[in-house]
């Protein structure tokens, strides 16, 4: 597990420059079921528990927005990843409060929220 590599980031990106760019400050597990209504459609919504086909691990922001991180199956295998990204994503989170980023890079990052479509607010 330890090479495990969140499915939900763009390639190359890493939990720690997501994580400063962001400033997210904590993380969260929800469960989800897709809501297609149509062959072609791949959108999701948060469910209970009961109802749901998958689970995705959020980051939080200071801002209140969710960055999904890494969606996983509902079994032991994915209860083992979601340990395994959550630990790393603890790890970036507290590893980032030690040198946070600068008004600059701040305004970077909210710039970027603006206009990314795999935000959920």
């Known amino acids: 597990m330890s090479d495990l590599t969140p499915n939900c980031l763009l390639e190359g990106e890493t939990l720690a420059e997501l994580v400063r760019r962001n400033c997210a400050i904590g993380f969260d597990l929800r469960f989800c079921r897709t809501v297609a209504h149509t062959a072609d459609d791949g959108e999701t919504t948060p469910c209970d528990p009961i109802d749901a086909e998958f689970a995705t691990l959020y980051a939080r922001t200071d801002l209140g927005e969710a960055i999904a991180i890494h969606d996983v199956d509902l079994s032991s295998a994915g209860a083992d990843e979601v340990a395994a990204i959550s ?7 507290v590893n980032a ?3 946070p980023p600068d008004v600059a890079q701040r305004h970077e990052a909210e710039q970027e929220a603006m206009v990314d479509p795999d935000r959920i607010v």
């Open 87 to 93: 630990r790393a994503l603890f790890v970036a989170i």
């Open 97 to 99: 409060r030690r040198d």
